[in-house]
């Protein structure tokens, strides 16, 4: 106490002061400034949430608004492409012979993940078109390598000799078929993401509202 | 100065500096001033108990010693009651509104366009935004009520005179700049009451003598107020905010230089007039805070509408005025004296004197007694004044006619009145006997 020099000397307010002698063991006011420090720390670290919730990335708890497409004047064949939440999404009319080309075995064997195994569609899309109607694919247009937009493909024969028709990625070469499923020795591991969508006319569908009672989001894509 | 310097721990076994090769350590110039510049020993300024990192760094950088001499030994006048809590609750609330301000700002857009769209999804969609918002709502009002207090408090007892004038007018530049990012950051959300409000800012500035039209044409920055002016008033806004928290800086600094006022209002002379700011004001100001913090958490959680009106709600449309337009209450009772005056110029001239006037208090009151407790003229005076704010703070969130327009009137000769008078009041004044120290004025 004398060593901090003559203006803490205590003798002054030696009335209020309570003498280090009559201290407890372990000191009172040593337990009540840790106490006291504990719960400003705590009503601290309680008082940041807020801040820090509000640096969540956008967009994730799907509150983007569901998007119409009108399908009304896509002739078979055609690919049209719509942008929601930021992304291209395919929209594919396939003709009753890539649909055949879809179904054959020789096509299946050469597929990763034929049956869609992997959670990159909603339960039910989870077929052999992957999709709602076999006529309709509905695919995230993001290559599920590197998040490059994978071109439309839908000729048959083309550069490959046996190309079934379906989509090639200009950066680094993933092949998927018409419904979106990734050829094996292709970089991409996985099959495009199906977004949630329900078609509300035989010509008209709305992306981001399930077609079955789920609450399938792009959250759930397991590589998007 | 607490005590004396202490060599730097690891300082005494290492060789000279670079630099001071030339010199002998003998013949370096070591006084109470050196600060170990030039060559130097490092000292430190804590007591020797201190562990040898605070000792390696006050040495080099003396902000230990520092907190230590102005926030844990600094003497206090012992007598303090809670009114000198309110600098506290400032200092806090300003910490909460830059905090909040700047979270706001990152999802805030200064456009016509997207303001107000911004704002309303900040409240809806952004994680927690709503409670961002009505922290910073909120705060403007706390900030407000507490500085209200905090000035009265200085009024009462006489903390603006010598040797406290600059302190006095620090404070009252604060004022004047949280009354300006207040005014800036109620127009962002470009609501209705944020339009009119600006709107009719921004014509009484233009009402101001000489400079107005000019002034009102920087702030407008165009034909209409549109974008140009938002993106000034977010800039302005912004900016303020922490141009406060400097000038607070220098008007803490003020403070320390003189020491606190204290109710008896004669300086503290002895060791037994003061105690030590930790633990003693540390804890009052922290007991204060509790209950501060809580009322400001009850009008957050309990009422984030409270103090907002619903036609801010709406986008601003500028073909439409509200039917009644008020402003926020912490302007209310500059703009009753505003209403109270018939006459344009007038009345711009007339509330802006109200608040000017308040500066001039260190040379307006020639009392050598400080606190009202000691002076039976001054004291009634000085509670008339707030009774006056007060009728002044109600008259103008009532529509300017009869009873409130007389109210308001008497409220403004009130307040004038004050300051004509308190010139002559040391000529007429016996002050009561003041006590001799600060333990007889308040006893424990």
Known sequence: MSATGPSDDPEGRA???????????????????LLTGATVLVGAGAFSWPFLDSLRPEGSGDAAPPLDVDLSRVVPGQQIVVVWRGKPVFVVRRTPEALQRMRGAALRQKLRDPDSHAL?????????????????????????????????????????????????????????????RVFQGSPAPLNLPVPPYRMIASDRLRLGENNDSGSFGLDDIQQL | MAGPRHDDVSGSDRPPPPGANEQSAAEAPVGPLSYGRFGGPPTSDLPPGAPPL??????????LSYLRREYVEYPTPRNLNHLWNFGAFITVTLVLMILTGLFLALNYEPSVAGAFASVEAIDRQLPSGWLLRSIHMAGATLFFAALYVHIFRSLYYGSYKRPRELLWLTGMLLMFMVMATAF?????????????????IVSAVSAVPLLGHALAALLQGGAILGDVAIHRFFVLHFLLGFAIAGVVGLH????????????AGIEARGPGDTLPFHPYYTSKDGLGLVVFLLIYAALVFFAPGWLTEADNYLPADPAVTPAEIRPEWYFSPFFAILRAVPSRSGGVLLAGLSVLLLCLMPWLDRSPV????????????????????????AAGLHPPNGIWLLLSRIAAGCWFGFFVLLPFVHRIETPRTLPGQLAVADPA
């Open chain 2, 184 to 200: 800036f950051g109620y127009v962002l959300p470009w609501g209705q009451m944020s339009f009119w409000g600006a709107s009719v």
């Open chain 1, 120 to 180: 990159q569609q909603p339960a039910y899309a989870a077929n052999w078109h992957r999709s709602v109607a076999p006529e309709w694919g509905v695919m995230v247009g993001i290559c599920t390598h590197l998040g490059c937009v994978p071109g439309y493909a839908p000729a048959p024969g083309g550069g490959a000799p046996d190309w079934p028709g379906g989509y090639a990625c200009p950066c680094h070469g993933s092949r998927f078929d018409l419904a979106g």
């Open chain 1, 15 to 33: 009335s209020i002061l309570p003498a280090a002698a009559d201290q407890p063991d372990p000191p009172r006011r040593d337990f009540l400034t």
């Open chain 2, 54 to 63: 605070a000792h390696w760094i006050d040495a080099r950088l003396p902000v």
């Open chain 2, 370 to 393: 400080r606190s009202a407790r000691y002076r039976p003229v001054y004291r009634p005076m000085v509670i008339v004044l707030a009774m006056a704010f007060l009728t002044l703070l």
């Open chain 2, 252 to 263: 803490v600094l003020a403070l320390h230089v003189t020491g606190s006022n204290n109710p």
